[in-house]
């Protein structure tokens, strides 16, 4: 498996989780990684990518309330999520792309209001 994404839950309304998703040595330090969300009967939509250098971008529904980051032991990427809203509500999939399209089991995240 080259992309293991967990930490999803449900929380209430302005609660926090932190997504995870763990790749291999070599898409960890040479490939750009996403992350996804699709709510039921939506799109998959790009909520935030993390280049291989330089700063994150984020979607604009997303932006100030959510944080990515690497964690070079791990070979981890980290979506950290404040301020969680209803409409974050979504299965949500981290992507690569090294040497093809590379998508991680979805996990759930599911906000109460």
């Known amino acids: 498996v080259q992309l293991q994404a967990s930490g999803g839950g449900t929380v209430q309304a302005g609660g926090s989780l932190r997504l995870s998703c763990r790749t291999s040595p070599n898409i960890f330090k040479a490939a750009p990684v996403s992350w996804y969300r699709q709510a039921q009967g939506n799109q998959r939509e790009l909520v935030a990518r993390l280049p291989v250098t330089g700063s994150p971008d984020y979607a604009d529904s997303v932006k100030g309330r959510f944080t990515m980051s690497k964690d070079y032991a791990r070979n981890t990427v980290y979506l950290a999520m404040d301020s969680l809203k209803p409409e974050d509500t979504a299965m949500y999939y981290c992507?690569?792309?090294?040497?093809?399209?590379?998508w991680g089991r979805g996990t759930q995240v599911t906000v109460s209001s």
């Open positions: 992507h690569t792309f090294y040497r093809r399209d590379i």
